[in-house]
């Protein structure tokens, strides 16, 4: 479960921004739409505890991550909260199925291979574990950056442009993906994007916008 509150943020005079108020329930999701520049990425960091807000509140499960700090932060991303990235973050010089092991140390879970198996059959890629990243096709890497974000089971999955880089079959194949895996695990699930092609896909949608003072409309 995700609730923000009041969330506002500023780098510098030019960009201050205030966002919308935002629930998401477990089991269920978000489209956060909005053009180039309006605060996306920015908004996916403050939830993530990677900045932090000026004014408001983060809760995820309960916690307010507004209020951590350091290693309590450290800790309770990796054990709660899965990052899609649009590019994927993997180390390539370890298998797959090795990136998904150091997941869960990172994570602080115990290593448990039947679950990694679990996860990679059910996103395609059962044959993949003993690949390289680089061996693996664009599709297949976004597919994988979706088990890494999953395979700590985090009680919110954060999608930065997931599906900017694919085409339209693979694009609604890694929606209904991500919206399986989390209804799965019981998480809750943010979609950050400017890709209009997701809104048929979604029936709850946020989007940012500008005027004046740079502010937020929900929809
Ligand atoms: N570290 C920074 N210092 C100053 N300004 C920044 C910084 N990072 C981002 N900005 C500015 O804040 C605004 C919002 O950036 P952000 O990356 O959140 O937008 P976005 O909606 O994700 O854009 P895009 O869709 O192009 O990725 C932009 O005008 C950007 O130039």
């Keep these: 479960m995700l609730t923000t509150r009041s969330l506002s943020f500023e780098y510098n005079q030019a960009n201050r921004f205030e966002f919308p108020g935002l629930s998401v329930a477990v089991g269920s999701d978000l489209l956060v739409l909005g053009e180039?520049?309006?605060?996306?990425?920015?908004?996916?960091?403050?939830?993530?505890?990677?900045?932090?807000?000026?004014?408001?509140?983060?809760?995820?499960?309960?916690?307010?991550?507004?209020?951590?700090?350091?290693?309590?932060?450290?800790?309770?991303?990796?054990?709660?909260?899965?990052?899609?990235?649009?590019?994927?973050?993997?180390?390539?010089?370890?298998?797959?199925?090795?990136?998904?092991?150091?997941?869960?140390?990172?994570?602080?879970?115990?290593?448990?291979?039947?679950?990694?198996?679990?996860?990679?059959?059910?996103?395609?890629?059962?044959?993949?574990?003993?690949?390289?990243?680089?061996?693996?096709?664009?599709?297949?890497?976004?597919?994988?950056?979706?088990?890494?974000?999953?395979?700590n089971q985090p009680k919110l999955i954060l999608a930065d442009e997931p599906t900017a880089a694919l085409d339209d079959k693979n694009c609604h194949r890694v929606v209904e993906l991500l919206r399986g895996q989390t209804k799965k695990m019981q998480s809750s699930l943010v979609i950050i994007t400017h890709d209009q092609r997701l809104k048929a896909d979604f029936s709850r949608s946020v989007t940012l916008t500008k005027n004046d003072s740079l502010r937020a409309s929900t929809h």
């Design 36 to 151: 180039s520049g309006i605060g996306k990425t920015t908004l996916l960091h403050l939830i993530a505890g990677l900045q932090k807000p000026k004014t408001g509140k983060i809760l995820i499960g309960g916690t307010d991550v507004a209020r951590l700090s350091g290693k309590q932060l450290d800790a309770f991303r990796g054990a709660n909260v899965g990052i899609v990235f649009q590019r994927p973050h993997f180390i390539q010089s370890l298998t797959l199925e090795e990136n998904l092991a150091l997941m869960r140390f990172l994570g602080g879970k115990e290593a448990d291979p039947h679950w990694i198996k679990v996860v990679l059959d059910g996103l395609g890629l059962i044959g993949k574990q003993k690949s390289s990243p680089r061996q693996l096709s664009q599709g297949e890497q976004q597919r994988a950056s979706i088990a890494l974000a999953v395979i």
